[in-house]
């Protein structure tokens, strides 16, 4: 980029704080991310969370992370749960992640299993990993949450990616 057209860029430049929110969000938006849902088993039924705090912490030992909002009333479900599963949803599969979402349908209808370890696993999903609680991190109003990978699976096609509060596929281009 020449010096002339970086001195046409706009840009917003604040110190975050509960005043500039809405900044924040939209500055942590701009990075793309895959969708995700968690899944464990409760008292009353599988329950699940669609979020996109999904990342990779180690290959050895293999550990994923997520996390969650100390205030969602799920939040005691999955901090509580010894064994999740995290799935990666495929860029069709928007009606899935709706599912988990505040108000969704959740399991109703949809197909899915326990597995040996007793939590829930949405059949069909691009990736899958299998889990077990490691340890939990209180940050700020997220709990973050990492789990151990007992079992992964995956397959080919595409994600569905989350960038600017809107959900959509990644487009590939040429190096």
Do not use: K, Y
């Not at 995700?36 to 088993?41: D, I, K, L, S, Y």
């Not at 996390?67 to 949803?89: C, M, P, Y």
């Amino acid at each position: 980029m020449t010096m002339a057209a970086m001195e046409r860029v706009q840009e917003q430049v604040f110190v975050p704080g509960e005043s500039d929110a809405r900044h924040l969000r939209s500055a942590l938006g701009t990075f793309t991310t895959g969708v995700a849902v968690v899944t464990v088993m409760g008292a009353d039924g599988p329950t699940g969370i669609t979020v996109n705090s999904f990342a990779s912490v180690s290959l050895t030992p293999p550990l994923v992370l997520w996390s969650i909002d100390r205030n969602s009333a799920r939040h005691g479900l999955f901090t509580g749960a010894e064994n999740s599963v995290i799935h990666i949803l495929e860029a069709d599969q928007d009606e899935v992640m709706r599912r988990f979402t505040r108000g969704g349908a959740g399991f109703a209808g949809l197909d899915w299993s326990l597995n040996s370890e007793g939590a829930p696993v949405i059949h069909n999903t691009l990736a899958r990993f299998e889990c077990a609680r490691a340890s939990l991190h209180d940050e700020g109003d997220h709990t973050i949450l990492i789990a151990r990978v007992l079992r992964a699976a995956h397959r080919e096609g595409e994600p569905l990616c989350f960038s600017r509060g809107a959900f959509g596929r990644f487009a590939r281009h040429a190096a």
